[in-house]
C-alpha cells in the first residue's frame, strides 16, 4: 500500500479538535462528578433497607446496566420528550443519560466497598457511642474508600469512552469533531487515528494509576 | 449481687442503694426470628462487682452482653447502666440514634477478635472516640490516651499500627480504647478467645487490674479459674435462662444445679 501519509494538514484544524477534547473531558469530568453523587445516594438508598426505596433505587440501577449507552441516548433525546411533552437538548440529554448510567455502575462499587467492610468495625465503633453519620465517616468510608477507589477509577475510564457516543447527538465531542475534520479534509485516516491516539494518550495513564492503586491495596 | 428471678424491680426496689447499683436488668427478652436466645433475664450488679458469665455455646452470652450496651436491641425488658435507662417494654421504646449512641458511650465493649481499626495507629485508636464522640481537644485526648497505653504497658506502641502488634496487645490496646470513654461499666466477650494460649496472660492481667481499681465489668469467659479468682459473681446461662447465679467460688466449686455441674466438668483441666 503506498498511501501518502499527511498529517499536516490537520495542523489547521488543531483548535476544533482540542474543542473537541475539551467537550469530551468537560462531560467526562462533569458526569463523572454527578454519576458519583448520584451513585451515592442510590448506595445509600439501598443499604437503608427500607423496601420503598431500595426497589425502586434497584429498577432504575439494573435498567440502566442492562441496556446499552447508545440506546439510553437515543431514547432519553428522541424518546423522552414525547413523553413528558418537553424539548431537551443534546447535551441535557447527555448529561442526564451519562450521570444516571454512571450512577447505576457508581452505586453498585460504592454499596460494595461499604458492606466489605468487616461487621466488627460497625460493633466496635457503635460502642464507643459513635452516631450513624460519625461512624461512616470516621471508620467506614476511610476504609471502604481505599477499596473503591481502583473500581471507581476503570469506571471513569468507561464513562469518558462511552462520551464518544455523543457524537450521534451532533454534541461536539472529539469524535463529532473528528467527523468535521475528515469531511472537510477527506482525511479520515490520519484523523481517525490521530482521534484514537488522543484517547490512547488520556486513558493510559488513567489506566495504569488504576492498577497502580489495585496492587497497592493488594500490599 | 443479687439473683432475683421474675420480680419486678422497678416496682419493688432491692435494699441496694441506688448509688451502689450499677447494672439493672429487668425481663430481657430478645428472640431472632422464631429463635428466642434471652428468655427472661434479670440482673443485678453493684458497682464494682465482676461478674463472670459462662455457658454452653449459642446459650446466649453474647446476646446478653450485646443487649446490656444495644447493640443488640432487645424485644422486651428494661435496661439500666449508671444513669442511663432504656425500657423496652411495649409502645415504649426510645431507638432515636441519638440516645442509643449516649447509653452505648457509657459502657465499654472488648470483643473477641478486638476489631481495631486498621486505618488508625494505636494512639489515634483510643483518640478517636473521645475527639469525636466527646469532643474533647487532640491534644488532651492524646495524653490521655497515652496514659491509659501505659496503664495496658503499650506506651512504646503509640504509632504503630495494629497489624504491626500481637493478638494480645491488641486486645490491650482495643481495652485502652473502651476505657477512654470513661465507662461505668466494662463488658468483655471472650476476649482472650482469639488468642494463642502464651498471650492470654497479659490480656487476663490487665483485666484483673481493673478489677482491683473498682471497675464493674461482665466478662464473658471459659476461663473457668479466671472466673473464680477475679469475679465476686458467676453466672451459668443455658438455653436462654439464668441457670445459677451466686458467689464465684460456690458457683465454680460447688454447683448447686446439675447443668452447671454437667457444663463446668468439661473444664477440670482448666480449673487444676
Ligand atoms: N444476629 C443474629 N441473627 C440470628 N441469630 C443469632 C444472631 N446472633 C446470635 N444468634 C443466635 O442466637 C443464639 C445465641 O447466640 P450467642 O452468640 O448469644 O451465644 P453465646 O452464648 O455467646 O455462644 P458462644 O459461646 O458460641 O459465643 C445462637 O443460636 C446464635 O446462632
Ligand atoms: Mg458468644
Known sequence: ?219 | MTYQPNSDLRNHRSPLMDKDLMIEVVGLKKSFGPLEVLRDINLIVPRGHVVALIGPSGSGKSTLLRSLNLLCLPDAGYVAIGDHKMDFSAGNVSLRDRDLAAFRANTGMVFQNFNLFPHMNVVENVMVGPVTVLKQDKKSARERAIELLSKVGLADRAEAHPEQLSGGQKQRVAIARALAMNPDVMLFDEATSALDPALVGEVLAVIRQLAEQGMTMILVTHEMAFARDVADTVIFMKDGYVVEAGDARQVINQPREAATREFLSHFHGGLA
Open chain 1, 1 to 219: 500500500m503506498d498511501y501518502q501519509w499527511d498529517f499536516a494538514t490537520l495542523w489547521q484544524y488543531r483548535y476544533l479538535l482540542l474543542e473537541g477534547l475539551a467537550y469530551t473531558a468537560g462531560f467526562t469530568v462533569l458526569t463523572v462528578v454527578s454519576g458519583v453523587v448520584v451513585g451515592t445516594i442510590f448506595a445509600l438508598a439501598r443499604l437503608s433497607g427500607l423496601r420503598v426505596v431500595t426497589v425502586p433505587v434497584m429498577a432504575v440501577v439494573e435498567l440502566f446496566r442492562c441496556t446499552p449507552v447508545l440506546v439510553q441516548l437515543v431514547w432519553c433525546y428522541y424518546a423522552l420528550p414525547m413523553l413528558t411533552g418537553v424539548e431537551i437538548s443534546p447535551p441535557m440529554a447527555a448529561f442526564l443519560t451519562l450521570t444516571l448510567y454512571g450512577a447505576a455502575f457508581y452505586s453498585e462499587i460504592i454499596r460494595g466497598g461499604i458492606v466489605s467492610i468487616d461487621i466488627g468495625q460497625w460493633d466496635a465503633g457503635r460502642a464507643i457511642g459513635m452516631r450513624r453519620g460519625q461512624l461512616m465517616g470516621k471508620i467506614i468510608l476511610p476504609q471502604a474508600l481505599r477499596r473503591m477507589v481502583p473500581p471507581l477509577v476503570n469506571q471513569s475510564v468507561l464513562q469518558l469512552k462511552n462520551t464518544s457516543l455523543l457524537s450521534v447527538l451532533a454534541v461536539p465531542d472529539l469524535l463529532y469533531q473528528g467527523q468535521l475534520v475528515t469531511s472537510a479534509t477527506y482525511r479520515p485516516l490520519e484523523t481517525y487515528t490521530l482521534i484514537a491516539a488522543i484517547y490512547l494518550a488520556v486513558l493510559f495513564p488513567l489506566t495504569r494509576t488504576a492498577h497502580w492503586l489495585e496492587d497497592r491495596n493488594k500490599a
